[in-house]
């Protein structure tokens, strides 16, 4: 009796002791912990471009179902040398026409080159396309631009888009989508890496791997929504590469609505134009193959009519993003990134909803590790701009063009955790627009300084390609209205609806980050602010943190 009473002590204290360090070393996986739905989307676990590659306008005279491919497809060069006068409109600033297409079945070489975080500094997963594959398909790297002594292999899979009846042919097969994880990484040291793939070499191209978790390494990030592969599209590209050639940055996050695959200069109404994903994938490849870029699915790429029957399926196969895809996290440095999917529910008892509040929770046990927390998603809950106003969900809609009308929790729950949480910015795109608020509890209440703040910051880039929403059609009956008509709310800080551009992160310290708004093709930031953040949110998560220890070993003396 004693010996069992003596082990039943031990267990019980083992059991104490395990809690002790998964909750003050943090180094857990949040996605495995938190995430009941890891891996179950179709997934592989791991998952110096060509400068010299030209888009031609696809003009106005194109035939329906006419691709307008030129013989010499696979030359194509960044930027697109269109003016930016071309791309003013009458009702709203036009993007103009899509580029022409990508052909992957003419270029043998490896292209569409992309890297992404996995949450391990150590990791760096890539993807790259090629129209073939053989039995030597890798990607040597190392720390040394003359040694890449590491080498790690790749698998590689296609798909079809489809299936017509008529010819008994698929309309679309990919080319080869090889996937590689690279390991042993130096975390927060500049990388080199050459891929070796379809018989063919890429050129060396480099990168920085992620810093250590609790680094305070300051950080830079861009950050852009809604592109596309329109002209404006490619200019806006254009000007983040240069940006590239004055500033080193970590990581690229891009806030839904990727490609716009379902809308080729709408000449696929019914089944999305894949050539479209090739296309942008080798636009944003001088970008992509330098820095992490970490996307979350809009709705031209989870919803079914608006991504013309590609419901997610496209999305999982072209990128390898951490957990499931659709919404996880990530840490770098000193800030960690929580991806979060608006095209699904949010509620407390939904699984993104229990999710997303474990994550919250866990990073808040160590924001002395993670003192910025970033949200990341595609369409804002605070939006002045009348084209698409708040985003409430569908609670209710019981129209047949959606198969899942019910998308709940984004009024309530959503909210209410990004300020208990102590969210510190929140990423939007979809209004194709620029948005920065003040810093937000709700629309009632906000704070009018970026000095100590308390409140999550709300930024909307939802201006990098396509359309802008300048006018409004708000009868529906050819009258235009701007769609700013209203007076500006008073916790909207900024907005612009007639220019396109992109945005950009500076972590600087651990209470302090820049953020600028540059304008397409004017060069220099039109806007720049710094946000301090309030030490009395940190100290109160680090406190929860503390209690929470303590209270476990008062468990440990009541054992014993």
Not at 15 to 33: A, K, P, Q, W
Not at 86 to 103: A, H, R, V
Not at 303 to 309: E, G, P
């Amino acid at each position: 009796k004693l010996w069992y009473q003596r082990r039943v002590r031990e267990m019980k204290v083992r059991l104490v002791f395990l809690l002790l360090f998964v909750t003050v070393s943090g180094e857990t996986d949040l996605n495995r912990l938190a995430d009941p739905l890891y891996n179950i989307v179709e997934r592989s676990r791991y998952e110096e471009f060509d400068d010299g590659i030209s888009y031609n306008i696809a003009g106005g005279d194109k035939k329906k179902g006419d691709e307008g491919l030129r013989a010499d497809e696979d030359e194509y060069r960044i930027p697109y040398e269109e003016g930016i006068e071309y791309f003013k409109g009458i009702k709203s600033p036009s993007c103009g026409w899509e580029i022409d297409q990508l052909d992957v079945s003419k270029i043998k070489k490896p292209h569409q080159i992309r890297l992404s975080f996995t949450g391990d500094p150590t990791e760096m997963a890539i993807t790259w396309t090629t129209n073939g594959v053989t039995e030597h398909e890798q990607v040597n790297y190392g720390p040394v631009k003359s040694d890449l002594n590491y080498t790690s292999t790749s698998i590689s899979h296609q798909y079809s888009w489809h299936w017509d009846e008529e010819s008994k042919e698929w309309y679309y097969t990919s080319g080869f989508i090889h996937e590689a994880l690279m390991i042993n990484l130096i975390p927060g040291m500049i990388h080199y890496y050459q891929i070796e793939s379809n018989g063919e070499e890429s050129e060396v191209l480099q990168f920085v791997a992620a810093p250590e978790s609790g680094s305070k390494t300051p950080l830079s990030f861009m950050h852009v929504g809604d592109v596309g592969t329109f002209g404006t599209s490619v200019m806006v590209t254009n000007d983040m590469m240069e940006r590239m050639k004055e500033q080193q940055f970590h990581g690229m996050i891009h806030c839904g609505d990727i490609s716009y695959a379902n809308k080729y200069n709408h000449s696929r109404p019914d089944n999305a134009e894949q050539k479209v994903w090739d296309t942008w994938g080798q636009m944003v490849q001088p970008i992509g193959s330098k820095m992490a870029y970490m996307a979350v699915p809009g709705n031209h790429e989870l919803d079914i009519w608006d991504s013309t029957n590609e419901n997610g399926t496209i999305y999982a196969k072209r990128f390898i993003m951490p957990g499931n895809e659709r919404y996880y996290s990530f840490g770098v440095g000193m800030v960690h990134f929580v991806a979060v999917s608006t095209d699904e529910s949010i509620d407390a008892s939904s699984t993104q909803g229990q999710w997303f509040k474990n994550v919250l929770t866990k990073v808040n046990q160590n924001r002395d590790k993670w003192p910025w927390l970033v949200v990341f998603q595609h369409r804002p809950i605070y939006n002045s701009n009348n084209k698409h106003k708040n985003w409430e969900g569908r609670e209710g809609n019981t129209s047949s063009r959606y198969v899942n009308p019910e998308i709940i929790g984004w009024v309530d729950n959503y909210p209410t955790l990004l300020v208990e949480q102590n969210v510190d910015l929140v990423l939007n795109g979809h209004v194709h627009h620029y948005e920065r608020t003040w810093p937000m509890k709700n629309v009632k209440t906000w704070d009018t300084s970026y000095t100590n703040v308390k409140y999550p910051v709300h930024i909307t880039c939802g201006h990098s390609g396509k359309s802008l929403y300048k006018f409004y059609d708000l009868d529906k009956d050819g009258t235009y209205e701007d769609s700013y008509f209203n007076s500006t709310p008073g916790w909207s800080a900024s907005r612009d609806n007639s220019h396109w551009g992109h945005c950009e992160l500076d972590f600087i310290n651990e209470t302090a980050v820049e953020h600028r708004m540059y304008r397409m093709k004017e060069g220099e930031h039109t806007e720049k602010i710094t946000i301090t953040r309030s030490t009395d949110r940190w100290s109160a998560a680090t406190a929860l943190t503390l209690s929470t220890v303590l209270a476990l070993l008062s468990v440990v003396r009541a054992v014993w």
